[in-house]
C-alpha cells in the first residue's frame, strides 16, 4: 500500500515549452504533497509544499511563476515547468505522506529541455 | 533551522561485510522522526529504516539497523552481510513532529557501494 505514481518519467522538450509532471496517491489521500528537485550526484532540495484546495507553499529562491503548482483533487498535484529553459533539466520527484511516520516518493520524472 | 549532516560522501565494501554509515544532526526539538533512505541507480528512494526519537530502542530491519544516541544527535545506519543490491546513496532525514511543518530535512548522502 502507500503508493505514490509520478508521470511522465521522461521527458524532453523544446527550449521555451512547458512541461506537466502528475503525482498521484494512488490508494490514500494526500491533503499534502511535496516536489523535490535532485541534481546530478546531490541530495534532493524541496522545492515546495503542495496543498489540496490551497495555493502551494514554495521555498526561498524557487520561482512561482516558472514552477506552478496546482493541486485539486485529494489524490493528484501536478508541477507544470512553464517556459522550460535548458538549466530547468534536472530530476524531479514527488512525495506524500501516507501515514504519521513516513513518507513515499514517486518514481521521478528526468526533465531535458534542449 | 534543523540540519543533517552525513560526512562521508562515498564508501565501500566488500560483498558479505559490515558497513556503517555516518549521520549527525542538529535541532533543539524533542520529538523527531529520523530515516534512512536509499536511492539506488534507477532514482526510486526507499525507506530503509525509521526510528521514533521517543524510542530509546534502536530500529532494526532485518540486515538493517541503527545505533541512535540522542543525546550526541547521531543516527548511523549499520548494514550487515552486504550485498549487490545494496549498492545506491543512501541519505539520512529528519523530521520534525512540533509547529506543524512536515518537511523533511535531507543530509548530502553517502555513495555506498558494494564490490564483489
Known amino acids: 500500500g502507500a503508493v505514490v505514481s509520478q508521470h511522465p518519467s521522461r521527458v524532453i522538450c523544446k527550449s521555451g515549452t512547458s512541461v506537466k509532471i502528475e503525482c498521484r496517491s494512488l490508494?490514500?489521500?494526500?491533503?499534502?504533497m511535496f516536489w523535490y528537485r535532485q541534481f546530478p550526484k546531490q541530495s534532493l532540495m524541496l522545492m515546495a509544499t503542495?496543498?489540496?484546495?490551497?495555493?502551494?507553499?514554495?521555498e526561498q529562491g524557487v520561482e512561482k511563476d516558472k514552477f506552478l503548482i496546482n493541486h485539486a483533487s485529494l489524490t493528484l498535484s501536478t508541477l507544470t515547468v512553464t517556459s522550460a529553459h535548458p538549466e530547468d533539466s534536472s530530476f524531479y520527484i514527488c512525495?506524500?505522506?501516507?501515514?504519521?511516520?513516513?513518507?513515499?516518493f514517486g518514481s521521478g520524472t528526468r526533465l531535458t529541455v534542449v | 533551522a534543523q540540519t543533517v549532516t552525513q560526512s562521508q560522501p562515498e564508501m565501500s565494501v566488500q560483498e558479505a561485510e559490515t558497513v556503517t554509515l555516518s549521520c549527525t544532526y542538529d535541532?533543539?526539538?524533542?520529538?523527531?522522526?529520523l530515516f534512512w533512505y536509499k536511492q539506488p541507480p534507477s532514482r526510486q528512494m526507499i525507506l530503509v529504516i525509521r526510528?521514533?526519537?521517543?524510542?530509546?530502542q534502536n530500529a532494526t530491519e532485518n540486515r538493517f539497523s541503527v545505533n541512535f544516541q540522542k543525546a550526541a544527535k547521531s543516527f548511523s545506519l549499520k548494514i550487515s552481510d552486504s550485498q549487490l543490491g545494496d549498492t545506491a546513496m543512501y541519505f539520512c532525514?529528519?523530521?520534525?513532529?512540533?509547529?506543524?511543518?512536515?518537511?523533511?530535512?535531507f543530509g548530502k548522502g553517502t555513495k555506498l557501494t558494494v564490490n564483489p
Open positions: 512525495s506524500a505522506r501516507p501515514a504519521l511516520r513516513g513518507y513515499t
Open positions: 490508494d490514500f489521500q494526500a491533503t499534502t
Open positions: 503542495s496543498n489540496e484546495g490551497s495555493k502551494a507553499t514554495y
Open positions: 535541532t533543539s526539538e524533542n520529538n523527531y522522526y
Open positions: 526510528q521514533e526519537a521517543y524510542k530509546q
Open positions: 532525514a529528519f523530521l520534525p513532529l512540533q509547529g506543524g511543518s512536515e518537511k523533511l530535512v
